[in-house]
């Protein structure tokens, strides 16, 4: 063998362990691209559900907004004049005079039940208990205890 060719062989020798050390490189490279793509996509799916429940959260507290509104609307005080507007528009087609009733008696007040969620949640947020106690208490979820305080708030009625 001549010094040439020893020559030539030796650059071929290092330039295969080159070769082979970049490919091992980028074999490396390439593995941890894919893991790192793996846990993207898992935190992906995860901040997916999440957001899911969000929307599913935000659809509930529009939802409870919507009748705690529709609860705290005021109501016709005397009940014996709905019964009047309800016979006016009974007899609208008529043309013969609604006969005047003697007015009506008054029922009495019913005993007083027990207290409203509203005022449950509102005097054991008063006595010092977190939202999460509260909603134990209760057996309803944090979120309507948070919702009911803060309607509570926004009347101007500290819970």
Known sequence: MTGQERILS??????NGI?????ETTERDISLIEEREKNLRSL???VEKRIKAYIRELDGRQQAEKTYAALSEPRN???AATYVELGKNRYKGNLEPIPQAEPAITP????PGPPSTAEQIQSL???GLSASAVASRLGI???EVEFAAALLERRGEKP
């Open 19 to 23: 070769l082979r050390s970049i490919d």
């Open 125 to 127: 947020m008063r006595s």
């Open 44 to 46: 992906l799916a995860e």
């Open 141 to 143: 979820s944090i979120a």
């Open 108 to 111: 009495p007040e019913p005993p």
């Open 77 to 79: 005080p005397d009940p």
């Open 10 to 15: 030796e650059i071929r020798e290092e330039v």
